[in-house]
Nanobody, 115 residues
């Protein structure tokens, strides 16, 4: 089982931008998730094998998944603060923003947005 390797993230002020990378071979589709302290892991965005895109309502118009699996995050808000994870190996019988649909996870990267 191949584990994605993540990079990027960091600290920015509200309104700023960050890009998160997800490096893994052998997979086309990817899901991005985030988890804040004390919260459940939630789906943020996904890109399917046919380039179908799905975004959580909270990030629509601000986040974009590229074909290289990176996540471009613009107009960041303090509520976007969380540990972010990419995931691959999706069970296509399950919705794309469900954590349980994915087999292999990156190590996570912290995103902190200050007001």
């Amino acid at each position: 089982q191949v584990q994605p390797v993540q990079s990027g993230g960091g600290s920015v002020q509200a309104g700023g931008s960050l890009t998160l990378s997800c490096e893994v071979s052998g997979y086309t589709a990817v899901g991005w998730f985030r988890q804040a302290p004390g919260e459940e892991r939630e789906g943020v965005a996904s890109r399917g094998v046919r380039d179908e895109l799905t975004y959580a309502d909270s990030v629509k118009g601000r986040f974009t998944i590229s074909r290289d699996k990176s996540l471009q995050m613009n107009s960041l808000k303090p509520e976007d603060t969380a540990m972010y994870y990419c995931a691959v190996g999706r069970d296509t019988n399950l919705p794309p923003l469900i954590p349980g649909a994915y087999q292999s996870w990156g190590q996570g990267t912290q995103v902190t947005v200050s007001s």
